[in-house]
């Protein structure tokens, strides 16, 4: 509160003051107060007080008339008064004037007081300056009428779900701070705030952060680059090919397929093209190796090798989910592990042993003779190593032992090997070189794998026993007078058939091996073979029968003998018969091959000739200018098949010459059925590597635009049986149309900016084959599409042509392998949440020639997680968590794309939340539908997939992992429920405990 200095204050200093020593004015006049009061009147004077109320008081009057000071002395309130507002009214207390109070003194420290004499009035003005405590976080404080009254805290949360908001007096107020709940120096980039810098992919975990270093096997993306573990090129097996990682004895590796690449084949799985790694082992001495391997997801194939990478020095394969590959007494030296799965995890460790003593002929360098007249041995493939995969062994890669067998004469050979206790899986092989199964002679399987030869020339052969187990054994070899075989076994003792046919009699007892017929598949039987000489052509039946009919007989006929080559027909059956219509002048082999070592008929039957159309063969009918022309198949034979199929047809030629540049339509119907025909169009007749266009299908139709001047042949091909063997051919020509510039990648129309855009094929070559038909030949289209940054993509394909295929491609236009995406359908699309940023291309490829529509739409980047349902393992009440959640697949989107199945069916995921190290088992139960199960460690991460399941003991049920349970650091994961086939209801169940 301010004050005023007090006028009566002052005027009663001054009265002292005179009181003491003031001497008379200059009139000589003393003036004393009328009634005890200044009278201002005194010689005309105006009364007007002094105007600081200090040092000039009023004299006092005398009754003498003299002037006498004023001693201040009163007896009442108003001789005290001076007359002013502002100062308060004085007061008479105990004969002594006092000054009077404030008038305008509010009590109210944060006020400025004032006064207005003029009008008597009071000012109370409030300084809010006055009430303020340094501190911005509780607000403002402000002067009201009471005082000083509190601030209102402010309001600091911004619109942003990306900063953290607060008041800090420190930093001067409220601050906005970019989220990072985890306080490990990077914001989130959840809640779309990458678009807002945001880097941190997992804003829970200090230790998952951009900075951070990937771990290489917790599956998890520790360094946020949006690739987990050993998809991460920071963790990229540098073993991915031989030599491999140097295994230490006793130390366990973690290690993973994960982006690597198929580069060899495991000898027990030699069909298998999973992705592989390679582990060297160096042995100081001879030792036993004990490799022992554990899978963390899914079947793996192992295979201990002495060359890397080179199955056929297979020492011990198997496959599972823990495998142990144990060898005995290896000689020192260099050894290779080749580990072989889909994106699989394991840890790998080896110890040695012994050595324990092997069998000396487990290898053929030790290769134990028979005894010359035969005779039972015994014999364990116990520590013996793969070395020699028998052709009726399916590929198995068994461990084996040799034996030497010297004929000095021929005989008749059976051999029975039978293992302790028996195995079904048991080979025994005969061969004329040791361990090279191209020499081999006669193999046999079974419990009691057993072979025979009717005639074994004298010389040198090897045995082989295979076996799937390493178990004792016993093979007995029976040497018994030979069977001579008949002396058309060979191609050099053909068999003559009579001039004009007949029926011959024949026998494949101890007939050899020296023909595969095309139409046996891969089977190997004996043969026997016979020449036919014509001198004119016939039509000619072919009729081959073993005895019993039951057998399995096959039959050929060709212009070489014992070449599959130059096979131009092949017939099997119990009866096996095959016919041709026209066969011309010159000489032909026939091949009887049989499943048994039986007798036969031969039956060849010549009749006069059906001779083919005259398009049978090129150059073919010329149907220049164009035309509807009506052919026929029937007695035309298959002598140009089309690249685009691999259906044997028969076939016929056209051909036609253009003298400019025109449009070409070409369309081929059957008549009176719907049958699969096939049209090519060529510049040489007789070359398909030359093809230009070539389409199958009911009708087969194709266009080609601006076609240049010259010549071209078209191949029909299509069945020579009636209903479908004739068909109307229609060839259209037309001036040329323009090819779209995006028929190839150099002209890609770019649709970085998204819309739709209209094209058409007509005019377009067959340049580029999508990865998810890559025998097609349509014509096709292309488009480049760039993303700065990463984008939610949509792509719809839409066309006139019955299937549209769809592929979208990483990489650079034309030699980009790296399929994104590839769908077909009557419309196709493509869909992705958050593709990142790059170089794309897409490639457009409908069956049939005409225009399409491309729609093209970016948004920004969003997750298929998206308000996906969250599980958070929860141990407050115990050391074990269970989830169960029934939801449905039905009507859901297709986000996701598992590794363990094919189609496009809806998916449904969740999100896991593990709060601390944990075994984790998920399973999934669905009652009308084959159901899937996946899980990943980044949602829109196909590479961060953890394991994938389609059927766990039934196809209603699926589980991760297949078997027993998973460990999961803490982290987030996500589970993801899909389907086999269909979609449908289901019930989730999530086990954790705690670790």
Same mark, same amino acid.
Do not use: K
């Given at each position: ?6 006028? $009566? ?136 009428? %009471? ?9 600091? +949360? ?21 989220? #990072? ?92 093209? !999973? ?5 060297? &082992? ?9 490799? #022992? ?7 793996? !194939? ?67 003779? *028979? ?48 293992? @302790? ?6 080979? /025994?092989? $005969?061969?004329?070189?040791? =361990? ?47 069977? !001579? ?25 101890? %007939? ?38 039951? +057998? ?51 039956? /060849? ?236 291309? *897409? ?57 363990? *199945?094919? =189609?496009? !069916? ?39 997939? *953890? ?8 196809? $209603?049920?699926?589980?991760?992992? &297949?078997?027993? @349970?998973?460990? $999961? ?6 589970? &993801? ?7 449908? #209801? ?10």
């Amino acid at each position: 509160m301010a004050y005023r200095g007090q006028w $009566l204050q002052g005027w009663l200093a001054g009265v002292a003051l005179c009181a003491a020593g003031c001497a008379d004015d200059a009139t000589g006049t003393d003036v004393a107060p009328d009634d005890g009061r200044a009278d201002a009147e005194a010689d005309g004077a105006s009364d007007v007080p002094p105007a600081d109320g200090a040092d000039d008081a009023e004299a006092a009057p005398t009754d003498g008339g003299e002037v006498e000071a004023w001693d201040g002395s009163c007896t009442s309130h108003d001789q005290c008064q001076d007359g002013l507002w502002c100062n308060g009214a004085e007061r008479c207390e105990e004969g002594t004037c006092v000054s009077g109070g404030d008038p305008c003194d509010d009590g109210v420290e944060c006020t400025v007081d004032s006064c207005e004499e003029d009008s008597d009035r009071c000012f109370h003005t409030g300084d809010d300056s006055m009430c303020q405590d340094g501190s911005a976080c509780n607000g403002e404080e402000q002067c009201l009428a %009471a005082g000083c009254s509190d601030g209102t805290s402010p309001v600091c +949360a911004d619109s942003s779900p990306c900063t953290i908001d607060s008041c800090d007096d420190a930093r001067g107020g409220c601050v906005h701070d970019p989220r #990072d709940f985890d306080e490990d120096g990077y914001m989130t980039r959840d809640y779309g705030c990458d678009a807002e810098g945001g880097t941190d992919c997992n804003d829970r975990d200090a230790t998952v952060n951009p900075g951070a270093v990937e771990v290489c096997d917790d599956i998890r993306d520790n360094n946020c680059d949006t690739v987990a573990d050993f998809a991460d090129p920071a963790c990229r097996p540098v073993n991915d090919s031989c030599p491999g990682t140097l295994l230490e004895e006793g130390v366990a590796v973690n290690s993973s397929t994960r982006a690597t690449v198929h580069d060899y084949s495991p000898a027990c799985c030699t069909w298998c093209s !999973y992705q592989d790694v390679a582990f060297q &082992i160096d042995l100081p001495d001879t030792l036993d190796i004990v490799v #022992d391997i554990t899978s963390r997801s899914g079947t793996i !194939y192992a295979d201990l090798q002495r060359t890397c990478g080179n199955a056929s020095t297979s020492l011990r394969c198997l496959s599972g989910g823990t495998v142990t590959l144990r060898r005995n007494s290896q000689p020192a030296g260099s050894y290779w592990v080749i580990v072989d799965g889909t994106n699989a995890d394991f840890t790998i460790s080896y110890h040695t042993e012994g050595p324990t003593p092997i069998p000396p002929n487990d290898v053929c360098t030790g290769a134990i003779d *028979i005894p010359s007249a035969g005779g039972v041995v015994s014999g364990s493939l116990l520590d013996t190593s793969n070395h020699f995969v028998p052709t009726c062994a399916g590929g198995g890669a068994y461990p084996d032992v040799f034996y030497r067998l010297v004929l000095t004469e021929p005989h008749r050979l059976t051999i029975t090997a039978t293992l @302790s206790p028996a195995v079904y899986s048991t080979y /025994v092989s $005969l061969t004329r070189t040791c =361990g090279d199964s191209s020499t081999e002679i006669a193999c046999g399987s079974g419990s009691a794998a057993t072979l025979t030869r009717n005639f074994l020339d004298a010389g040198t052969y090897f045995i082989a026993v295979d076996g799937s187990a390493e178990s004792p054994f016993t093979l007995d070899v029976r040497l018994e007078p030979p069977v !001579y075989p008949p002396a058309n076994d060979t191609c050099a003792g053909a068999e003559d058939v009579p001039a004009g046919g007949g029926l011959v009699s024949g026998t494949l007892l101890s %007939a050899s091996d020296h023909y595969v017929p095309t139409c046996a598949g891969a089977g190997r039987y004996p043969d026997a073979f016979y020449r036919l000489v014509l001198t004119e052509p016939h039509r000619i039946t072919i009729t081959a029968q073993l005895t019993p009919a039951t +057998a399995s007989t096959y039959v050929t006929l060709g212009p070489t003998c014992g070449e599959a080559a130059t096979e131009t027909m092949c017939a099997a059956g119990s009866t096996a018969t095959l016919t041709r219509n026209f066969l011309d002048t010159g000489t032909y082999f026939i091949a009887v091959d049989g499943s048994t070592e039986s007798p036969f008929t031969l039956n /060849v039957r010549l009749d006069p000739p059906i001779y083919p159309p005259a398009n049978d063969r090129c150059p073919g009918t010329d149907i220049t200018g164009g035309g509807v022309f009506v052919g026929t198949m029937v007695d035309t034979y298959r002598d140009y098949p089309p690249s685009c199929s691999t259906a044997t047809l028969s076939d016929v030629v056209y051909n036609f010459t253009l003298t400019d540049t025109q449009d070409v339509t070409v369309n081929v119907a059957p008549v009176g059925a719907s049958t699969t025909y096939v049209a090519a169009l060529r510049t040489t007749c007789d070359d398909h590597l030359t093809e230009l266009a070539c389409r199958s299908g009911s009708p087969a139709q194709f266009s080609r635009h601006s076609l240049p001047a010259g010549t071209y042949y078209l191949v029909v091909s299509g069945p020579t049986v009636a209903p479908g063997n004739q068909f109307v051919l229609q060839l259209t020509l037309a001036p040329p149309t323009p090819v779209p510039a995006n028929d190839v990648c150099l002209g890609a129309t770019d649709v970085s900016a998204g819309g739709r855009f209209v094209g058409t094929t007509w005019g377009c070559a067959d340049d580029y084959a999508p990865t998810c038909g890559t025998t097609l030949t349509y014509s096709d289209l292309v488009y480049a599409l760039h993303l700065a940054a990463p984008q939610e993509v949509t792509i719809d394909l839409s066309s006139a042509a019955p299937t549209v295929y769809l592929d979208v491609r990483n990489g650079t236009c034309g030699t980009g392998t790296t399929a994104i995406s590839c769908t077909s359908g009557a419309t196709a699309h493509f869909s992705n949440p958050n593709l990142p940023a790059g170089d794309y291309w *897409i490639l457009v490829d409908p069956s049939v020639e005409g225009a399409t529509t491309l729609d093209v739409g970016l948004a920004a980047p969003s997750s298929a997680c998206d308000g996906s349902e969250t599980i958070t393992v929860d141990y407050t009440s115990s050391s074990t968590f269970v989830y169960t959640d029934s939801a449905t697949t039905a009507g859901r989107p297709d986000d996701f794309d598992p590794s363990c *199945i094919y =189609g496009a !069916y809806p998916d449904y995921p969740y999100q896991l939340v593990v709060p601390v190290r944990s075994a984790v088992t998920v399973t999934t139960d669905t009652t009308t539908y084959d159901g899937a199960l996946h899980m990943r460690s980044a949602c829109d991460v196909p590479s961060s997939e *953890i394991g994938c399941d389609d059927d766990c003991g039934s196809t $209603l049920r699926s589980c991760v992992p &297949i078997s027993g @349970s998973m460990t $999961l650091e803490p982290g987030t994961y996500t589970i &993801i429920v899909d389907g086999y086939s269909g979609s449908g #209801d289901f019930t989730l169940t999530v086990t954790a405990t705690r670790l």
